[in-house]
């Protein structure tokens, strides 16, 4: 099983719409969790850090389930600026985070 | 702007020439990371350094090695470059007392 888990995508959701990403796992003493967004041959960038039961930030939510250790990304009123891979990263109680390889979004007008 | 910058951001080489790459930040982080980046894999962890001389693997450590001589800067250097190492190399930074870690802008690599 992979550390980190997430569906490849695409999903593809029209302007307006609202989209949910999920990520598993596999580490139950992972502590810190967040969400990373990568534009197209760009760095990845923190969108959310993900602590204790989950937060908000605009139209953006984040989740954490540690019992089942899954984190959700929300995605409110999709604007076409919003297409691009979302990578979640899960910390492995050490020094290093692990990625997971990233669900693409596509939003279309 | 975490103020990372990395050097060269693209380089085409040939197999078997000895290849190395930059990092630089300006804030004195302690904590600098090497990832590569292929389709299918995500990001993975080349090494690490958590001070000045001091270094660890990562899980795709071969042929590979880094330096850290100076606070800013950790270097990433490929000893006899093969195809396989064709990737996109970033390096990323993190504050004191948190995990968030922070990518500069990459380094594409070809090795023909």
């Known amino acids: 099983r992979k550390e980190v888990e997430q569906d490849p995508g695409p999903f593809n959701v029209p302007e307006g719409a609202t989209v949910a990403f999920n990520c598993t796992y596999s580490n139950s003493a992972s502590q810190s969790f967040f969400w990373y967004r990568q534009d197209c041959r760009k760095e990845p960038k923190l969108l959310m850090s993900v602590y204790s039961s989950g937060n908000e930030d605009g139209r953006f939510t984040a989740q954490l389930n540690r019992a089942s250790q899954y984190i959700s990304l929300l995605i409110r009123d999709s604007k076409l600026s919003d297409s691009a891979t979302y990578l979640c990263?899960?910390?492995?109680?050490?020094?290093?985070?692990?990625f997971g390889t990233g669900t693409r979004l596509q939003v279309f007008p | 702007d975490a103020g990372i910058t990395q050097s060269p951001r693209h380089k085409v080489t040939e197999t078997g020439t000895p290849v190395t790459l930059r990092c630089h930040q300006t804030?004195?982080?302690?904590?600098m990371y090497w990832y590569r980046q292929d389709p299918g894999h995500g990001l993975r962890l080349i090494h690490y350094?958590?001070?000045?001389?001091?270094?660890d693997k990562g899980e795709v450590s071969d042929g590979y090695s880094v330096s850290r001589s100076k606070t800013e800067d950790f270097l990433l250097t490929l000893e006899s470059a093969t195809s396989s190492q064709t990737s996109v190399y970033f390096c990323?930074?993190?504050?004191?007392?948190?995990?968030?870690?922070?990518f500069g802008p990459g380094t594409r690599l070809t090795v023909t």
């Open positions: 804030e004195n982080h302690r904590y």
């Open positions: 350094s958590y001070g000045v001389k001091d270094t």
């Open positions: 990263v899960v910390d492995t109680n050490t020094d290093k985070l692990i």
């Open positions: 990323a930074i993190t504050e004191t007392g948190s995990y968030e870690q922070y």
